[in-house]
């Protein structure tokens, strides 16, 4: 049986780059040079860099395909990467403490590692891409498939039935809140309307406005919308109106490309932070640096500017520095922000608007519970919602927000399906 340290792709060593390479206890063979993918793969850089630590890759029996691992690095997406490394470091983690080998693992193994992960509180959907990620390894070693067996089927399928499939979902943020018509309606609760009409005009705050309304309008991913560049952004039939160039999605990954409309709202926004920052090419999110000054009082301090080459002073000894008002100074990085700040920017959002009571109908309580199920996806499930609302057919809902497939519009929509559906229509005018 083949022994192979899955470290040796995914894990980098600490050692320098001109170190020399050890073999682990238990493995007889070290190739002389690092496999550069294998490090690409490890450090979830996915242009293939040379410029990394060095790994070391162990094997047996049999040669690893290298060129098989390369073509994963490259058509692979760097989220789809970075879950395939943490999935393989732990099924790896885990034979290693039970002492089984690793690959090519049995069913046994796969089936313990999956059903130990269950009872930790992982959800059916993590069970589901832990074995994808087991498959997929083996298949760029050319191993056999232990999650083929029935026996792994059916672990992950217990557990499907012991804690259920239904996914845990994002609160959406719709323009309006929690209202039936989104056109007309007096907002009600969390709401997209409110929370824009509090922003203040400092550049975070002015950035935050074009974020929340852009993500809005388009129903963009975290990673899709830090992503849009200010050429992405182009003319419209309306004057007030925009185009928005989507280069690639999550649903896009070959690159075909698509566009979303962006509103005058949205325009408005996005100009007012656009001139602010003086952007007007590169990413058009960006971090801000803010520096805060405190206040000060004028002081008598010593004077050591009239000091002549003898050593002799040559004006008073001490001066009076003048007072100086509090100040912020804002410095605009060049960057793009990194996906994971939208979510805190949003909430903060509606921290600040709930502070400034645009959220009357709401006491704090449960404003701080609903605020804790905001994330970045809110937007986008809120928009599904809102063009349900408003009527939209679900070709129409699948062709605005670029869903090759009816399914996640529907599970979004199913709780207003409920309400606007049959039963809706006919039980909710009976008195």
């Known amino acids: ?78 989220n789809t990467l970075r879950a395939f490394r ?42 589901a891409r832990y074995k994808a990620s087991i498959t997929k390894l083996h298949k760029l070693c050319r191993a056999p498939d232990p999650c083929q067996d029935e026996l792994v089927k059916l672990t992950v399928a217990a557990h499907r039935r012991d804690v259920g499939s239904a996914q845990r979902q994002a609160r959406p943020l719709r323009f309006r809140g929690s209202v039936k018509d989104p056109l007309s309606d007096t907002p009600r609760g969390i709401n997209i309307r409110a929370a824009l009409s509090t922003c203040g005009d400092t550049p975070p705050e002015l950035r935050d406005k074009a974020l929340l309304s852009i993500a809005y309008d388009t129903g963009l991913r975290a990673s899709e919308l830090v992503a849009v560049n200010v050429d992405d952004v182009i003319e419209a039939l309306d004057p007030e109106a925009r185009l928005l160039r989507i280069r690639r999605s999550k649903g896009d990954q070959e690159g075909e490309g698509a566009t979303a409309y962006l509103s005058p709202r949205s325009v408005a926004a996005l100009q007012a932070w656009l001139k602010r920052a003086e952007i007007s090419e590169g990413p058009v999110f960006r971090r801000v640096i803010v520096r805060r000054y405190a206040a000060r009082a004028a002081a008598k301090v010593r004077n050591s500017a009239p000091l002549r080459w003898n050593g002799q002073w040559d004006g008073p000894l001490f001066v009076t520095k003048a007072a100086k008002a509090a100040q912020v100074e804002f410095d605009i990085g060049t960057k793009a922000l990194h996906p994971h700040s939208v979510t805190p920017i949003f909430r903060r959002m509606l921290a600040r608007a709930f502070e400034c009571g645009a959220f009357g109908d709401l006491d704090r309580a449960t404003f701080e519970t609903q605020l804790a199920e905001i994330s970045a996806h809110s937007t986008r499930v809120g928009i599904n919602q809102d063009y349900f609302a408003s009527g939209e057919n679900l070709a129409g809902i699948m062709d605005a927000l670029r869903w090759k497939s009816p399914r996640m519009p529907l599970h979004y929509n199913r709780n207003l399906a409920a309400e606007y559906g049959a039963a809706g229509r006919l039980l909710g005018k009976m008195s």
Request: one cysteine or more; aromatic letters at 6%; hydrophobic letters at 45%.
């Open 86 to 127: 943490g999935d393989v470091l732990a099924f790896d983690d885990w034979c290693r403490a039970q002492g089984v080998p690793v690959l090519p693992a049995t069913p046994q193994a796969v089936a313990g590692f999956l059903s130990e992960r269950g009872r930790a509180g992982g959800a059916p959907a993590s069970l």
């Open 1 to 78: 049986m083949q022994k192979f340290a899955i470290s040796a792709i995914l894990r980098l060593e600490k050692a320098s780059v001109a170190a020399p390479y050890q073999p682990l206890k238990g493995h007889d063979h070290v190739p002389t040079k690092p496999d550069p993918t294998a490090v690409s793969i490890a450090r979830g850089n996915d242009e293939g860099s040379d410029e990394a630590l060095p790994m070391l890759w162990h094997m047996a029996e049999r040669a690893i395909d290298r060129a098989l691992f390369a073509a994963f690095a490259k058509a692979a997406s760097p």
